[in-house]
């Protein structure tokens, strides 16, 4: 029996979207099952920002074991020094370090130390960048609520420090026809439609995902693979100790785990989400609507600023004459937030 045209076409139609829809999750698999890149390709040394803590330790340790010499960029020397040798202790590698502030880009003294980068970098085979160092205070507060120095110092550091940086490093890749670079951006901006009272955090990194994706395509062709990293929650010195109790711990990584499957991921695609776990969260909030992301985040983060706001009570003892005592509250420095 014949079928009719319209039936033909809509079958069609409908074919098409279920192969569309299977293509991304293979083409993933294929991925996953792929042997990870040998970062060696791209040249024997690495630079990462903010390695003193956090993801950024964990992938400078990460790039020691695979074999890498590491420029350890950071604001703190002693804190550099202690990295550098705690690295030096487990693996064979040559590290230089570059002690610089990235919230004093486009000052004198960011400037100068944009040029000690460059000359610590002179006549290094520099093949990978990794763009790690973030700051994320004040936390969840309302934008008129925070002192705008500290929200312009986090755009200083997580957007200007960034992109200087970067420019600083590509034309040493672009000599060589080759090198990687990787922004650590935040599932802010790929899971969510808002990220309300992180809003400065959470445009910042918007901003290195745009950056990023832009950088993908202009360098593609000249060798160089640029690629957007996604932590979602990790456990670090960022995500304050109020917002780690509030998390199911099957959905938050440690550092070390996050940035071995990281440094896997180097070179493959634009935009990568590392660890199981924060894949399954992309996901499923796929497929929530986003007037319900926003009216759960809206509240969450509120219980958040509650938390940053200081509900943290001392009760000072007085003197014997009350049982009561004194109640004082402190405000909490905590940066909070998830991201
Ligand atoms: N933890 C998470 O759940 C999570 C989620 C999403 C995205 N991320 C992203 O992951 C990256 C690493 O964050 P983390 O969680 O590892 O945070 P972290 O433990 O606070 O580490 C941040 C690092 O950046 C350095 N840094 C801060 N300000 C700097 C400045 N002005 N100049 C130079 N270096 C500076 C810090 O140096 P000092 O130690 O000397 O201060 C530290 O080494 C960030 O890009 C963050 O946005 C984290």
């Known amino acids: ?72 960029l950071d604001l703190d020397a002693a804190n550099l020094q202690e990295t550098s040798q705690a690295i030096g202790v487990r693996h064979a590698v040559k590290i230089k370090t570059v002690v610089l502030d990235l919230a004093l880009v486009t000052t004198p003294q960011g400037d100068e130390a944009i040029r000690r980068l460059r000359e610590a970098i002179a006549g290094l085979d520099v093949g990978l960048l990794v763009n790690n160092a973030a ?50 951006g935040s ?11 992180y809003t400065v955090y959470s445009s910042t990194k918007k901003y290195v995902a745009r950056f990023s994706r832009s950088l993908y395509v202009e360098y593609k062709s000249k060798g160089i693979d640029v690629q957007y990293q996604v932590p979602f929650y990790v456990h670090t ?44 969260q992309w996901c499923l909030t796929g497929f929530v609507p986003d007037w319900a992301h926003d009216w759960y985040r809206i509240r969450l983060h509120l219980q958040h600023r509650a938390v940053t706001r200081g509900a943290r009570r001392v009760v000072i003892p007085d003197g014997g004459s009350s049982s009561r005592g004194q109640l004082i509250a402190i405000g909490n420095s905590s940066s909070g937030g998830p991201n």
């Open 237 to 280: 010195r960022m995500l304050s100790s109020a917002v780690k109790a509030k998390l199911r711990p099957w959905f938050v990584a440690t550092a070390d785990e996050y940035t071995r499957t990281a440094a896997r991921w180097i070179g493959s695609g634009p935009l990568c989400v590392p660890g199981a776990a924060q894949k399954l």
């Open 187 to 197: 599932g802010s901006t790929v899971a969510v439609p808002s990220f309300p009272l």
């Open 1 to 72: 029996m014949d079928a009719p045209v319209w039936f033909i076409s809509l079958a069609c139609l409908g074919a098409l979207y279920v192969v569309a829809l299977c293509a991304r999750p293979l083409a993933y698999l294929a991925l996953c099952l792929r042997r990870s890149k040998d970062l060696h390709r791209y040249g024997s040394w690495a630079i990462v920002t903010g390695p003193t803590s956090g993801l950024g330790r964990s992938m400078a340790m990460e790039l020691a074991r695979r074999g890498l010499n590491l420029v350890l």
């Open 135 to 184: 700051v994320n205070t004040p936390g969840a507060v309302y934008l008129h609520e925070a002192d705008i120095e500290r929200f312009v110092r986090m755009i200083r550091v997580n957007l200007w420090g960034l992109t200087e940086v970067t420019a600083a490093v590509l034309p040493r890749m672009l000599a060589r026809g080759r090198g990687a670079v990787v922004n650590v």
